[in-house]
T-cell receptor, first 119, second 110 residues
């Protein structure tokens, strides 16, 4: 089945530095990937839709200059949190769907998430 | 705008009980509905996927139903076990990316 790999699983960084999170589709091509953010005991909030070869689409209220998304290949999307601050500490999860095989009827597969702590 | 609601928010049951988790959504124009499980600090594991044309799906002790016209889905867990303790999330897929409910936190007590 479709597998999405996300790295790192956790990262601690100093305030003001940048952190890159990778999301890879291992056994399928993903023209579109999705980035979510989850606060403790809250549900997932969609941050942006990552489109291969073009600009990401950001949800309202998400700073595109702070959360840089790059989708340079059909199997890799990256989320870079720039100039991180403690309020950026959260759980970030990526998702993809094997749309090329199954179309809209395929379910979504999620990565294992990245716990970001900014100190 | 699609909205997904899950009831109850939290549930604690003794081991062995059968239980039902509820999910409702406001816009019935969906492609499919997925139920996920999330353990603390972990990603999401897909449990069941129901296409909009389907009424139910089963996997082991899990059974999910879908009533698209009324905007409802239920997840039935038979003979619950302590290992079932987790947060269960319902999400619908339509013309927009997945929209999630806030989840039901399930605790199964041995």
């Amino acid at each position: 089945g479709a597998v999405v790999s996300q790295h790192p699983s956790w990262v601690i960084c100093k305030s003001g530095t940048s952190v890159k999170i990778e999301c890879r589709s291992l056994d399928f091509q993903a023209t579109t990937m999705f980035w979510y953010r989850q606060f403790p005991k809250q549900s997932l909030m969609l941050m942006a839709t990552s489109n291969e070869g073009s600009k990401a689409t950001y949800e309202q209220g998400v700073e595109k200059d702070k959360f840089l998304i790059n989708h340079a290949s059909l199997t890799l999307s990256t989320l870079t949190v720039t100039s991180a601050h403690p309020e950026d500490s959260s759980f970030y999860i990526c998702s993809a769907r094997d749309y090329l095989t199954g179309g809209a009827n395929y379910g979504y597969t999620f990565g294992s998430g990245t716990r970001l702590t900014v100190v | 705008k699609q909205e997904v609601t899950q009831i109850p928010a939290a549930l604690s049951v003794p081991e062995g009980e059968n239980l039902v988790l509820n999910c409702s959504f406001t816009d019935s124009a969906i492609y499919n509905l997925q139920w996920f499980r999330q353990d603390p600090g972990k990603g999401l594991t897909s449990l069941l996927l129901i296409q909009s044309s389907q009424r139910e799906q089963t996997s082991g002790r899990l059974n999910a139903s879908l009533d698209k016209s009324s905007g409802r889905s239920t997840l039935y867990i038979a003979a619950s076990q302590p290992g079932d303790s987790a947060t269960y999330l319902c999400a619908v897929s339509g013309n927009t990316p997945l929209v999630f409910g806030k989840g039901t936190r399930l605790s199964v007590i041995a």
